[in-house]
T-cell receptor
Framework: AQSVAQPEDQVNVAEGNPLTVKCTYS??????LFWYVQYPNRGLQFLLK??????LVKGSYGFEAEFNKSQTSFHLKKPSALVSDSALYFC????????????FGTGTSLTVIP | DGGITQSPKYLFRKEGQNVTLSCEQN?????MYWYRQDPGQGLRLIYY???????QKGDIAEGYSVSREKKESFPLTVTSAQKNPTAFYLC?????????????FGEGSRLTVL
């Protein structure tokens, strides 16, 4: 069975500090991994994805994520947090061999404190 | 501009009434999806469609119905059989061609049952 876990419901970080939002996954076959951000009462916006190749993926707004196959993790990172980064973040996985369904974590609410 | 349009943004319904949420995309995507979002539960898949005139149930299809008569359109009907329909509903689409398309989301429709 495919699944995604985001172990932290809430992450607080001071503005200017680095941030990490954690994600682990379980999937049969090779994973395609995604991060999305959601602002209140809005749809999800795509940030970045890992498909194959370099384990460090760079995305929108200065975010990056590192794929770790042995730990089945795909943590989202940013070197210096902005107050405007405060939002709800979702990790998602799709199995390369089953194709069609995406499985989402329960989301992590990030608050950047000025 | 290309994108996904969901309407209405807010909808109020009395118990026992069916309601239909609209989702239209002009991205020329083959696959379309409906998700339900509840606080603390992430996104749960209701239905998805890979091609016109074909669709599959997701994890929580009971009490919902869909149609896919045109590539651009994937309306969702919330029937009176859905026991707890108050939620935020998100429509998404993606390409199924070569590559590993991420999901593109609409802005969502918030349904409240009075």
């Amino acid at each position: 069975a495919q699944s995604v876990a985001q172990p932290e419901d809430q992450v607080n970080v001071a503005e200017g500090n680095p941030l990490t939002v954690k994600c682990t996954y379980s999937v049969s076959g090779n994973p395609y991994l995604f991060w999305y951000v959601q602002y209140p009462n809005r749809g999800l916006q795509f940030l970045l994805k890992y498909i194959t190749g370099d384990n460090l993926v760079k995305g929108s707004y200065g975010f990056e994520a590192e794929f770790n196959k042995s730990q089945t993790s795909f943590h989202l990172k940013k070197p210096s947090a902005l107050v405007s980064d405060s939002a709800l973040y979702f990790c998602a996985v799709r199995a390369s061999n089953t194709g069609n369904q995406f499985y989402f974590g329960t989301g992590t609410s990030l608050t950047v404190i000025p | 501009d290309g994108g996904i349009t969901q309407s209405p943004k807010y909808l109020f319904r009395k118990e026992g009434q069916n309601v239909t949420l609209s989702c239209e995309q002009n991205l020329n995507h083959d696959a379309m999806y409906w998700y339900r979002q509840d606080p603390g539960q992430g996104l749960r898949l209701i239905y998805y469609s890979q091609i016109v005139n074909d669709f599959q149930k997701g994890d929580i299809a009971e009490g919902y119905s869909v149609s896919r008569e045109k590539k651009e359109s994937f309306p969702l009907t919330v029937t009176s059989a859905q026991k707890n329909p108050t939620a935020f509903y998100l429509c998404a689409s993606r390409t199924t061609g070569v590559g590993t398309g991420e999901l593109f989301f609409g802005e969502g429709s918030r349904l409240t049952v009075l």
